[in-house]
């Protein structure tokens, strides 16, 4: 029965799948609905997309959003592979434990109490909330998430791979950028993708740490739902899904031509 199909696991993989994905794509189909009433379909229509893009507040949140998710997440990647290097490569060293626990404690810790945090930290040195605050915020709960991912592929790394470069002349610098990194490229590269994820997504967070001028689109989202959804948030999520998943895709296909070429040169290596 091993590795074959049964109708139990084919059922239970449909239920899954529905669960996960038939909300979305009710939301993408009633994003084409003519109606404004978002409930009852009224034919085929993509005018509210011409809506959305004549919205200005949509569209300020949404750059807000872009910008901060880049931001954050890129030197959320730096940072988070900076610390998960430490934590597999730094040996054992005076408050290791420490170090390692406070990476990990927003992994736990509710969003509630680290956007208050930042908040009364924020208020404390007398930081003026907007978009700088909520690129520190979102740095701050997102490398954890990096670290894990790196450290990861870290523990399994060759190290004689490293041995080896070193042998040969090259200096720490240049084994780390010439060997170690492009090696670890794919689990950089998903670490800067789920950084970019969490930011996106976040509402809870920056909703303590955002400024009148700064407001992010899931804030603006949640303030519009309270007053009834419209077809405009219907097309706004489709194309945030969108966005989605057309990371998600080139993420994959990056990380897919890495490992081929990884395998590619070794064979090389090996052959030589």
Same mark, same amino acid.
């Given at each position: 029965? /091993?590795?074959?199909?049964?109708?139990?696991?084919?059922?239970?993989?449909?239920?899954?799948?529905? &669960?996960?994905?038939?909300?979305?794509?009710?939301?993408?189909?009633?994003?084409? /609905?003519?109606?404004?009433?978002?409930?009852?379909?009224?034919?085929?229509?993509?005018?509210? $997309?011409?809506?959305?893009?004549?919205?200005?507040?949509?569209?300020?949140?949404?750059?807000?959003?872009?910008?901060?998710?880049?931001?954050?997440?890129?030197?959320?990647?730096?940072?988070? *592979?900076?610390?998960?290097?430490?934590?597999?490569?730094?040996?054992?060293? &005076?408050?290791?434990?420490?170090?390692?626990?406070?990476? $990990?404690?927003?992994?736990?810790?509710?969003? +509630?109490? *680290?956007?208050?945090?930042?908040?009364?930290?924020?208020?404390?040195?007398?930081?003026?909330?907007?978009?700088?605050?909520?690129?520190?915020?979102?740095?701050?709960?997102?490398?954890?998430?990096?670290?894990?991912?790196?450290?990861?592929?870290?523990?399994? &790394?060759?190290?004689?791979?490293?041995?080896?470069?070193?042998?040969?002349?090259?200096?720490?610098?240049?084994?780390?950028?010439?060997?170690?990194?492009?090696?670890?490229?794919?689990?950089?590269?998903?670490?800067?993708?789920?950084?970019?994820?969490?930011?996106?997504?976040?509402?809870?967070?920056?909703?303590?740490?955002?400024?009148?001028?700064?407001?992010?689109?899931?804030?603006?989202?949640?303030?519009?739902?309270?007053?009834?959804?419209?077809?405009?948030? /219907? #097309?706004?999520?489709?194309?945030?899904?969108? +966005?989605?998943?057309?990371?998600?895709?080139? #993420?994959?296909?990056?990380?897919? /031509? #890495?490992?081929?070429?990884?395998?590619?040169?070794?064979?090389?290596?090996?052959?030589?």
């Amino acid at each position: 029965m /091993n590795g074959r199909l049964t109708w139990f696991n084919v059922t239970s993989l449909t239920l899954g799948f529905a &669960f996960l994905y038939l909300p979305m794509l009710i939301l993408i189909l009633y994003s084409f /609905n003519e109606s404004k009433l978002v409930t009852v379909w009224g034919g085929f229509s993509a005018k509210w $997309y011409g809506e959305l893009l004549r919205n200005e507040q949509f569209l300020d949140a949404f750059w807000v959003t872009l910008r901060v998710g880049l931001i954050s997440s890129t030197l959320a990647t730096v940072l988070g *592979t900076m610390a998960a290097y430490v934590m597999v490569r730094g040996g054992r060293f &005076f408050g290791r434990t420490l170090f390692t626990g406070m990476i $990990y404690a927003p992994l736990v810790m509710p969003e +509630v109490i *680290t956007g208050l945090s930042l908040l009364l930290l924020f208020i404390a040195i007398g930081l003026d909330r907007g978009i700088f605050t909520i690129v520190l915020a979102h740095t701050t709960f997102s490398m954890c998430f990096v670290s894990v991912v790196v450290s990861s592929r870290l523990v399994t &790394f060759d190290r004689s791979l490293e041995e080896a470069a070193l042998d040969l002349g090259a200096t720490p610098l240049d084994t780390f950028r010439l060997v170690t990194l492009p090696i670890i490229t794919p689990a950089v590269i998903s670490g800067w993708l789920l950084a970019f994820t969490l930011s996106l997504d976040d509402l809870v967070i920056a909703s303590f740490t955002s400024g009148p001028s700064s407001t992010t689109l899931p804030i603006k989202i949640f303030s519009a739902v309270r007053l009834g959804v419209s077809p405009e948030i /219907n #097309a706004l999520s489709t194309l945030m899904i969108a +966005v989605v998943a057309l990371g998600v895709i080139t #993420a994959s296909l990056v990380s897919k /031509n #890495a490992l081929r070429r990884q395998r590619r040169e070794k064979q090389e290596a090996f052959a030589a």
